[in-house]
């Protein structure tokens, strides 16, 4: 049986993982403004706090958040961003 995890309690984990010499300073910095807020079957969605750092995950960090939130759950997840200042 597969573990379930929540998303809150691994985003701690992704953070890590992309500090580790995968992002810059600056692009940890955009994904830090953001907050976990849930997982939907394998679609996790995070909230930026405005467009801005919602383009920028959407456009050029994705494949890095998506590849560190999949090495941590096991599994093939999505990502979805949704802005809430």
């Keep these: 049986m597969e573990e379930t995890r929540e998303l809150a309690e691994v985003w701690p984990e992704v953070l890590a993982n992309l500090s580790e010499g995968i992002l810059t300073p600056q692009q940890r910095a955009f994904v830090a403004l953001t907050r976990p807020l849930g997982l939907m079957e394998d679609t996790a969605l995070v909230a930026a706090p405005n467009e801005f750092t919602k383009d920028v995950l959407e456009t050029r960090l994705r494949p890095m958040v998506i590849e560190a939130l999949t090495s941590i759950m096991g599994r093939e997840?999505?990502?979805?961003?949704?802005?809430?200042?």
């Design 77 to 85: 997840i999505r990502l979805a961003v949704t802005v809430d200042p």
